[in-house]
């Protein structure tokens, strides 16, 4: 006899998306620690519209799932019946090279279409430190995930032009178009950006293209001490260059800070220059070979360790540090440290210790960087320490027009319950 939760089974699913794309979940389909009833894949944006129907007339809670590589994101759900898959809309709908746009579905994994746009010599210009672990278009869009290149190309938000997503009850829409200039409608692709699969399943989206650049320069500083991190940093950005990334790497004896340049030839070569002669001044500088990787991307945490991302104004980089090494050193509690310095995004893998002082330490960054206009949110986690610290902390005023949103779009909180900000 087949299982069932809430009168659905897998065939009930199988119905909609065929025998072989709906089964029983396993341990592996869990969502911090809270089991799924059932997995299902869909293979169209007419499949998923009748999988959301289905599950809200019989009030199943889904979680979205593309490559499955920040289901560590947010909060434990408070509940979770469904999986629903999007891997098998992997294709790309349209290019137009001449336009510098794509269309693609949103289970494409991120590194198949920058190889699809390599053959045309253009990229999309995000870089998600996810993308090398099989994220997918679709998941990046949702998490609003970028890497160090946001700096000169913006961050996923900037690049999506249009979108096609199913809402709870089933219900297609689209926003944008296919051209940068369409801005037509209200901007369901900025809103659906970051919203973490609670609004609706994204189906396709719609992206604005860049050239690839011809060549590359990697320029890094030794640091002594992290006031000259944030004086290196701010003197790059004050500069007459132009980088593509500007990134910090803090974890042990490595304190480097790394600046990508990207472009021609010759105006590679003049910015490469001008860099290493500005960074000159802070400590010693030397080029990054080919085969070496720029440093990038948030450390990665192990079974016990906590990982966070603090958002603070790029001139507070030297702060930044001085408050998460100083907190951990008292609590006794390892610190990794990445960041986007250009940017103001600084990633910190916190391990060793008791529990009680890592969620210290974590608390202690929040108290700091909220008062002066930040925020710390808990990226990876068990879901014990989850329950102790709250993974997006408080986002005051804007709670109360996030709910009416939720409220709006997903009227029966279907949609990755309790996963989001205010645990909406």
């Not at 989206?205 to 860049?210: A, E, K, M, Y």
């Not at 991307?297 to 507070?316: F, L, N, T």
């Not at 990226?379 to 005051?396: D, L, M, N, T, Y």
Request: a negative charge; one cysteine or more.
């Amino acid at each position: 006899m087949a299982t069932r939760t809430k009168n659905v089974s897998v065939e009930d699913l199988q119905n909609i998306v065929g025998e072989g794309h709906a089964r029983e979940a396993g341990a592996g389909d869990a969502v911090d620690g809270v089991p799924p009833s059932f997995v299902v894949e869909p293979g169209s944006t007419e499949e998923i519209a009748g999988l959301m129907k289905l599950a809200n007339d019989r009030d199943l809670a889904v979680a979205p799932r593309g490559g499955g590589t920040t289901m560590s994101l947010g909060n434990p759900p408070r509940a979770l019946d469904l999986i629903l898959g999007t891997t098998r809309m992997n294709a790309v709908v349209e290019h137009v090279p001449g336009d510098q746009v794509v269309r693609v579905q949103s289970g494409i994994r991120f590194g198949d279409l920058q190889e699809r746009l390599a053959g045309s010599d253009q990229m999309l210009g995000v870089d998600p430190p996810e993308a090398g672990e099989g994220a997918t278009v679709g998941g990046i869009v949702a998490a609003n995930s970028s890497g160090p290149r946001r700096y000169r190309y913006g961050t996923v938000r900037d690049l999506i032009i249009g979108i096609t997503v199913v809402l709870a009850d089933g219900t297609v829409a689209k926003a944008g178009g296919k051209v940068v200039k369409n801005v037509a409608g209200y901007d369901l692709s900025k809103l659906f950006t970051g919203s973490l699969g609670t609004l609706g399943v994204i189906a396709e989206c719609n992206f604005r293209l860049h050239p690839r650049p011809e060549t590359a320069r990697t320029v890094a500083v030794e640091l002594p001490d992290t006031a000259s991190a944030g004086a290196a940093s701010q003197a790059i950005l004050h500069a007459q260059i132009v980088p593509s990334a500007v990134e910090l790497v803090w974890d042990g004896e490595t304190r480097l800070l790394t600046i990508l340049i990207e472009g021609i030839p010759s105006g590679v070569e003049a910015q490469a220059e001008a860099a290493s002669h500005i960074l000159g001044g802070f400590g010693e500088v030397r080029e990054l070979a080919d085969d070496e990787a720029m440093p990038s991307g948030p450390p990665g945490a192990g079974d016990d360790a906590v990982a966070v991302k603090i958002s603070a104004p790029p001139a507070e980089l030297t702060g930044v540090l001085d408050s998460t090494l100083g907190a951990s050193s008292r609590l006794g509690v390892t610190p990794r440290i990445t960041g986007h310095a250009g940017t103001g995004v600084t990633y910190v893998g916190l391990s060793g210790g008791e529990e009680e002082a890592r969620a210290g330490v974590v608390e202690e960054l929040r108290e700091i960087w909220l008062r002066r206009g930040g925020s710390v949110v808990v990226r990876q986690a068990s879901p014990a320490f989850k329950e102790r610290v709250e993974a997006w902390g408080p986002i005051g005023t804007r709670l109360d027009l996030t709910r009416r949103v939720k409220d709006k779009f997903d009227p029966r909180g279907i949609l990755n319950p309790g996963r989001f900000v205010g645990g909406i």
